[in-house]
């Protein structure tokens, strides 16, 4: 069903002119009249609830028109400066819509397509054209342009603040750094996940939960290969303590994956690559970059975007989730591995960036700003002609010198190698400072999951894939923290998974039924998008 919305999502043909604001609002532009938004087919039947969110300027006297070329809406003159939700439908737009309502007496938006006008005193000062409008989705405003996107998703910008206390920590070399992190909480615990099947994690929630700590969970509801009843029992072991657990999905949710792997904890906020699971945060699998926060500001912010994500119609309890579920036994990871680099505390400043919107676009940022090295550590690495990536070679190609680590995990050692392969040879044609390696763990971890870039003295940890599934769709959080300390820290981090061999992909092989599973398994992962 996700993939289907958005397919239908992709397909349809926009256009957006607005004499003031055609880019995204420049400085000095943010008053500017527009159209912002329209939802022209929600899910309801005969389209109850549709609605089209204007601005119009401050200080302004003038009289303001929406029209279809067919009906002429005229806007109230005691809103000026304010985003506006015009709609007939005011009681069912009110669930939908992030601007203050505006009831008119009409206003009916055609599925097929519609060409709308804001004018000011009769003259057009902003037009909407759209084709094809998707079931259940309004066109928003984002960094690189503008798109249909599921009703109740909400663009965000990257959020700045200020210096901060900063602790840097491994996986597998350091798990016990999430989970005391979880153990200390005295007021709250928001916890944002992929997927999650760890009891150490759900012990220290559950202990929370009884002594009066705050705590809500919120997974994906349809994780790729689906999930497991060891899962299912930890998820129902949390709601049996008083924990909420909610999942996000169904057919018109706002992410085609809810993908993070964060915690709000009190004041503190814990932000990881890994899973809540004992491959990930337990140390028994991943190679895992991960930082804890200690700042209320970081903290609020991922607290109202927990809040926003959680707090949606496609945000369905566990409960009622898991009625019509079923789940599949799983082997739980059990490896265990050397504890070679301990956790650093230090100082740095923070940036928040999230998907969709504004992740991808600020990490080419980060990439662009490089002046002397830029380290990449990705599970996989999706288009050779994405903007990241791009940026990873444009940064070769002014002299920065570039690294690119990769997993070597045998459902990715085939697309990996070929990549490294191509980087190489595109680094030995330019004559770039370019090289790319798929990682040998050699027993210091089992495969790299890790989403990491360290750009001078910038470092970039969270969830998010290098894959335009992840940029576009997923809903996935990061922290940019600009700090010397930190950036050396997870660079030796880096060198030593670096340097532990060339990146031989090692082939073994197997015998009968097994040999048939892996072979399926390597020809189902070319058509399966990377998401754990």
């Not at 798990?175 to 012990?203: N, Q």
């Not at 990930?280 to 209320?296: A, C, I, P, Q, T």
């Not at 090289?435 to 998010?464: C, M, N, Q, W, Y």
């Amino acid at each position: 069903m996700r993939a289907t919305r958005r397919l239908v999502g992709s397909l349809c043909l926009l256009v957006f002119v607005t004499t003031a604001a055609t880019t995204p609002v420049a400085a000095g532009a943010a008053d500017a009249p527009a159209i912002v938004a329209a939802v022209p087919n929600p899910v309801a039947d005969g389209d109850v609830g549709e609605f089209v969110v204007v601005r119009v300027p401050p200080t302004s006297t003038a009289n303001w028109t929406l029209t279809d070329g067919e009906t002429v809406v005229s806007l109230p003159a005691d809103r000026p400066g304010a985003r506006l939700a015009v709609t007939d439908s005011p009681n069912a737009t009110r669930r939908l819509a992030d601007a203050p309502v505006v009831a008119v007496s009409h206003l009916s938006l055609s599925n097929a397509g519609e060409r709308l006008r804001l004018r000011r005193d009769g003259a057009v000062v902003a037009t909407l054209e759209y084709r094809d409008a998707p079931s259940g989705e309004r066109l928003v405003r984002e960094s690189g342009g503008r798109r249909w996107r599921p009703v109740g998703f909400q663009p965000r910008d990257v959020r700045s603040h200020g210096r901060a206390t900063v602790t840097g920590f491994l996986l597998p070399d350091a798990p016990g750094v999430p989970v005391e992190t979880l153990r200390d909480a005295r007021r709250r615990i928001l916890l944002a996940g992929y997927t999650f099947t760890s009891d150490r994690v759900a012990d220290a929630l559950v202990a929370a939960s009884r002594r009066g700590v705050e705590v809500r969970v919120l997974v994906d509801g349809a994780p790729v290969g689906g999930r497991s009843a060891r899962g299912a029992a930890v998820l129902d072991r949390l709601v049996a303590a008083g924990v909420e657990v909610v999942v996000l999905g169904g057919p018109h949710a706002r992410f085609e994956y809810h993908h993070p792997k964060y915690a709000v904890v009190d004041d503190r906020a814990l932000v990881t690559s890994e899973n809540w699971k004992p491959a990930g945060v337990g140390g028994r699998s991943s190679r895992g970059w991960g930082v804890v926060v200690d700042s209320s500001s970081v903290a609020a912010d991922l607290a109202r975007l927990f809040r926003a994500d959680a707090g949606w119609r496609d945000a369905i309890p566990w409960r009622r989730h898991r009625r019509n579920e079923t789940f599949d036994a799983e082997t739980p990871s059990n490896g265990t591995y050397p504890s070679r680099i301990d956790p650093e505390t230090t100082a740095g400043t923070v940036r928040v960036l999230t998907a969709p919107g504004n992740a991808e676009s600020a990490v080419v940022g980060v990439i662009d700003a490089a002046d002397e090295r830029v380290d990449v550590i990705q599970p996989t690495i999706g288009r050779r002609d994405g903007p990241l990536l791009r940026a990873t070679v444009r940064a070769a190609a002014r002299g920065v010198e570039v690294r690119v680590l990769l997993s070597g995990a045998w459902y990715v050692a085939e697309e990996n190698a070929a990549l490294t392969e191509w980087l190489n040879g595109v680094a030995e044609r330019r004559d770039l400072p370019l090289s790319a390696r798929v990682a040998e763990p050699r027993g210091r971890f089992e495969k790299i999951h890790t989403k990491g870039v360290v750009a001078d003295d910038v470092v970039v940890v969270g969830s998010l894939n290098w894959n335009e599934n992840a940029v576009s769709n997923n809903r996935e959080v990061a922290v940019a923290v600009r700090s010397a300390d930190l950036a050396a820290y997870f660079r030796e981090a880096f060198a030593a998974d670096w340097s532990s061999g060339p990146g031989r992909t090692t082939w073994v092989l197997v015998a009968g039924a097994a040999a048939a599973l892996v072979l399926a398994m390597l020809v189902a992962k070319r058509t399966v998008r990377f998401v754990d």
